[in-house]
């Protein structure tokens, strides 16, 4: 079965940084796209950055130069780094994979929340 496991979030001041991790099972990942998407209290899921199978990635306009999206094709893993966090990064993050033309898979997301 394909499993998308989050792990890293809790609360962190603003100007902090969290890293966030994301181990895949169940897909052959190195062929996959993988990101990270987030929803905050009110609004709709929304894209923060996604890394495509051979490296390149695309970011929000929110979390350009603040987050970075890297994978490890060795390790099945994607990371997400967040520096400079600011209060509206608070939210629910998702890790996803997506193969073209074929089903999404979502974690079950785990919380970030920037707060004083």
């Known amino acids: 079965q394909v499993q998308l496991v989050e792990s890293g979030g809790g609360l962190v001041q603003p100007g902090g940084s969290l890293r966030l991790s994301c181990a895949a099972s169940g897909i052959m990942f190195s062929r996959f796209t993988m990101g990270w998407y987030r929803q905050a209290p009110g609004k709709q899921r929304e894209l923060v950055a996604t890394?495509?199978?051979?490296?390149?990635?695309n970011y929000a306009d929110s979390v350009r130069g603040r987050f970075t999206i890297s994978r490890d094709n060795a390790k099945n893993t994607v990371a997400l780094q967040m520096n400079s966090l600011l209060p509206e990064d608070t939210a629910v993050y998702y890790c996803y994979a997506r193969q073209p033309y074929s089903t999404a898979y979502w974690g079950q997301g785990t919380q970030v929340t920037v707060s004083a």
């Open positions: 890394i495509q199978g051979g490296g390149p990635t």
